[in-house]
Nanobody, 115 residues
Framework: VQLVESGGGLVQPGGSLRLSCVAS????????MSWYRQCPGKERELVAT????????NYADAVKGRFTISRDNAKNTVYLQMNSLKPEDTAVYYC?????????WGQGTQVTVSS
């Protein structure tokens, strides 16, 4: 299993970013996918999850209405569109899949929201 995130960067409060995660090494279209984040000094937390077909999506309360998770099964890619970003969204964002009772993670992509 390999997960490669991209799209992070520095953005001003109120701005937007779109994260991407390209997956390989497993049948992507049959697995739920998730985005997590880890803020400095805090534990990693779940941000959003999308079902294998994309029909069901769940979000953490802190990002509801601002973030949108989506996927393109033809491209083995999951996305996280982040709008109305706040300084408290600053974190390393990780792509995740649970397979065979084990969590797999990408290397993470840094998102910094600051003026």
């Amino acid at each position: 299993v390999q997960l490669v995130e991209s799209g992070g960067g520095l953005v001003q409060p109120g701005g937007s970013l779109r994260l991407s995660c390209v997956a390989s090494g497993f049948p992507f279209s049959t697995y739920h996918m998730s985005w997590y984040r880890q803020c400095p000094g805090k534990e990693r937390e779940l941000v959003a999850t999308i079902a294998s077909t994309g029909g069901t999506r769940n979000y953490a309360d802190a990002v509801k209405g601002r973030f949108t998770i989506s996927r393109d099964n033809a491209k083995n890619t999951v996305y996280l569109q982040m709008n109305s970003l706040k300084p408290e969204d600053t974190a390393v964002y990780y792509c995740n899949v649970k397979r065979g009772g084990r969590n797999y993670w990408g290397q993470g992509t840094q998102v910094t929201v600051s003026s």
